[in-house]
T-cell receptor, first 114, second 114 residues
Framework: EPEVTQTPSHQVTQMGQEVILRCVPI?????FYWYRQILGQKVEFLVS????????KSEIFDDQFSVERPDGSNFTLKIRSTKLEDSAMYFC????????????FGQGTRLTVV | AQSVTQPDIHITVSEGASLELRCNYS??????LFWYVQSPGQGLQLLLK??????LVQGIKGFEAEFKRSQSSFNLRKPSVHWSDAAEYFC????????????FGGGTRVLVKP
């Protein structure tokens, strides 16, 4: 069964460093998303991406964040200068179309900023 | 704006007993509704979804949910719980008008007693 894969599964980084979280969405999907879940809190939407551009972003997704689809398969989330409060589980998701379709989630990347 | 409330943070149930998890949503139009399950250290797995039509939907692992428009609810049920159902359950609402971004509830952690 097709699945969304994320790498790495865990990342520890020092405050102020840049991190790139990687995702390989399901191959024929067109819509891509990043969500995050701070420990003990709800899953929050960060950004959606379609047709090589951001279609929507939340207030959390400030100038420190960026997304890219550098080739036909990868979808990345970059955090330019990490802060302690960026520590969270980051989930990538993809869906085949808008409308009546579900999003499929990856296993997540646990980011710890120290 | 979309919002989702899961009133129960924790539920403990005996193995073999029935389970019902509550979910209330707020959205101006007809929402798309989802239940996801997250086992410890794992990603989000879709249990079931509602887009339209029959208000009682069947999902994987023996789960079902009922959409009640009058109560703005989408409660999840399982007639007989197995120890492997111990996990965190998230209700989510999405809509095509919102670019299919999902808004999640806070989650309900289910503990299963032997």
């Amino acid at each position: 069964e097709p699945e969304v894969t994320q790498t790495p599964s865990h990342q520890v980084t020092q405050m102020g460093q840049e991190v790139i979280l990687r995702c390989v969405p399901i191959s024929n999907h067109l819509y891509f998303y990043w969500y995050r879940q701070i420990l003990g809190q709800k899953v929050e939407f960060l950004v959606s991406f379609y047709n090589n551009e951001i279609s929507e972003k939340s207030e959390i997704f400030d100038d420190q964040f960026s997304v890219e689809r550098p080739d036909g398969s990868n979808f990345t989330l970059k955090i330019r200068s990490t802060k302690l409060e960026d520590s969270a589980m980051y989930f990538c998701a993809s869906s085949g179309q808008t409308g009546r379709t579900e999003a499929f989630f990856g296993q997540g990347t646990r980011l710890t900023v120290v | 704006a979309q919002s989702v409330t899961q009133p129960d943070i924790h539920i403990t149930v005996s193995e073999g007993a029935s389970l019902e998890l509550r979910c209330n949503y707020s959205y101006g139009a007809t929402p798309y509704l989802f239940w996801y399950v997250q086992s410890p250290g794992q990603g989000l797995q879709l249990l079931l979804k509602y887009f339209s039509g029959d208000t009682l939907v069947q999902g994987i692992k023996g789960f079902e949910a009922e959409f009640k428009r009058s109560q703005s609810s989408f409660n999840l049920r399982k007639p007989s719980v197995h120890w492997s159902d111990a996990a965190e359950y998230f209700c989510a609402v999405g809509a095509e008008a919102a670019g299919n971004k999902l808004t999640f509830g806070g989650g309900t952690r289910v503990l299963v007693k032997p």
